[in-house]
């Protein structure tokens, strides 16, 4: 029986990584393995063998010598909205004069000005402009990034983009994660989409597998918590994981609800205080932060430093969308969670490795173990901790290797 080849990732100056799989808390959140003059052996996508150089005694078919530079594992961004037509620059200029980003949405602008452009365009339209985004990702070191619909709003529409979502894996090399958002209420009967949401659109995305999780923007200007539970609930006996954007505005009890319904993570937080961070440390549910948001809005940085000391797991995003995040940069988004949420270099790694994999319900990435996906970023520097000091440079990131693709 033929069995795949091994290749030896070797001359490796310094290996770092999480140890174990997500979600990480308390002590661990901080704590990553650093492994000097190392090696690693993948086979299959896999890693089969990680340790110093001089330990490898295997046969390997072929090697990769990255000169030694630092390997890392790929970044995962747990949350965006990469599918969409059309720009917001208008809002950006009418923010800049001070107009605010939940008045802009009330007036029927912002995100429904973004569902109509998204409508108008074709799926070719769609797949051309998502691609080009996650080329760019992929480039800042995210070798798994997930994708949510929501642009589309109307039943039909959100599976078109679903499966536009689906699509996305001939064109690029990370890996696509697809979630169905049920981001905003159509300005005028709202109750019979609500319905229709639960009725029609759930149990379509389940019985085609058209994603494996649910997430529902949770806001004044959105869903109240009361119609949130109901699509959540729906989602679940379904046997869809949930997930929610919650307290990004106001804290009005999203983060609750996501961690009363187990949620895999709630996302934004940034309105979040004391009441959630203790609800978020005594749960399963991954605290999700973005700080391109912060960055973006001016909204008040999620509490990144009391989730993590309250021991809670945190995760980092870029959320990129048109409205709040144009952040095109995993490596970016982490590098500024440890300048606007306070957290140190190795708890930004964690969130941006095994930690935003757990907000994804995966286990088998974000850290360089035997057994984990051979997704490894190669960076141009000596010393790991360039990847969250570093701040707009676009060759840090000298090669990123997705199984056996090094590009
Ligand atoms: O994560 N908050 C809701 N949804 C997105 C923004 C979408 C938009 O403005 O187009 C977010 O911030
Ligand atoms: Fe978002």
Same mark, same amino acid.
């Given at each position: ?58 046969? @390997? ?47 029927? =602008? ?17 797949? @051309? ?92 200007? @959105?869903?109240?918590? @009361? ?70 809005? =001016? ?71 035997? =057994? ?36």
């Amino acid at each position: 029986m033929s069995q795949a080849p091994t290749v030896l990732v070797t001359n490796i100056g310094e290996l770092v990584t999480p140890v174990g799989p997500g979600p990480r808390r308390g002590p661990a959140h901080g704590h990553v393995r650093r492994l000097p003059d190392a090696a690693l052996a993948v086979r299959g996508g896999h890693i089969i063998w990680v340790g110093p150089r001089a330990e490898w005694s295997g046969q @390997a078919d072929g090697e990769v010598d990255v000169g030694g530079r630092v390997v890392l594992p790929g970044l995962v961004d747990p949350h965006t909205h990469a599918v969409w037509a059309g720009d917001r620059l208008d809002d950006f200029e009418a923010r800049a004069r001070g107009t605010a980003y939940e008045e802009i949405l009330a007036a029927g =602008g912002g995100i429904y000005h973004t569902v109509r452009r998204t409508n108008d365009a074709d799926d070719a339209a769609l797949i @051309a402009l998502a691609a080009g985004r996650l080329r760019r990702l992929a480039r800042s070191g995210a070798t798994t990034v997930e994708v949510k619909s929501g642009y589309g709003l109307e039943i039909e529409a959100e599976l078109r983009l679903l499966r536009v979502i689906g699509r996305l894996h001939q064109e690029v090399e990370s890996h696509v994660v697809p979630t169905l958002l049920v981001h905003v209420p159509p300005k005028e009967e709202r109750d019979t989409y609500v319905e229709a949401v639960i009725g029609r659109l759930l149990p379509t995305v389940a019985r085609e597998g058209l994603a494996q999780a649910v997430d529902i923007f949770v806001e004044r200007e @959105a869903f109240s918590v @009361a119609e949130a539970e109901r699509v959540l609930r729906a989602a679940l006996a379904h046997g869809l994981a949930v997930k929610l954007h919650a307290d990004q505005f106001h804290a009005i009890g999203g983060v609750e609800l996501g961690v009363r319904l187990g949620a895999l993570s709630v996302d934004h937080l940034e309105a979040s205080g004391e009441a959630q961070i203790a609800a978020l440390a005594s749960s399963s549910t991954v605290a999700t932060i973005l700080p391109g948001v912060s960055l973006h809005l =001016g909204l008040p940085p999620a509490p990144g430093r009391a989730l993590v000391d309250a021991g809670a797991a945190v995760a980092v995003g870029t959320d990129l969308n048109p409205g709040s995040s144009p952040l095109f940069s995993a490596q970016l988004a982490l590098a500024l969670a440890v300048r606007l949420n306070g957290l140190t270099p190795a708890e930004a790694l964690v969130a941006a490795t095994v930690n935003a994999a757990a907000a994804l319900g995966l286990q088998d990435r974000g850290r360089l173990e035997p =057994g984990c996906r051979a997704h490894l970023l190669v960076l141009n520097s000596r010393d790991w901790r360039d990847l969250a000091y570093t701040l707009g440079a676009d060759d840090l990131i000298a090669h990123i290797i997705v199984e056996e693709e090094m590009l």
